[in-house]
């Protein structure tokens, strides 16, 4: 899918009803209260400790703010961030 342009993978996904971040590489954010970030279609992580991580995405980057910040799960495509989460910032 990632060779298919931006443009088709969004008019496809319209189509067919399909939400958006499954064809396109925007990521997907799940919180669990202030307690716990699921973070889909990121590429890398940039910078960790226990009171801030830096994800890489498609476009720009994610801060994440907290307090006894830790990764719980860390596979290719997503991960899953414990501990109380204070701010999430947007960077492109």
């Not at 342009?5 to 064809?23: F, G, N």
């Amino acid at each position: 899918m990632r060779g298919m342009s931006k443009k088709v993978r969004k008019m496809t996904a319209e189509w067919l009803d399909i939400p958006a971040d499954v064809l396109t590489d925007v990521p997907r954010i799940v919180m669990l209260g202030n307690r716990q970030l699921q973070i889909e279609n990121y590429l890398s992580v940039e910078s960790f400790c226990d009171q801030e991580l830096v994800l890489k995405l498609g476009k720009g980057k994610l801060h994440i703010r907290g307090d006894q910040l830790w990764i719980r799960k860390i596979y290719t495509e997503e991960v899953v961030i414990d501990g109380k989460i204070g701010a999430i910032t947007f960077l492109e």
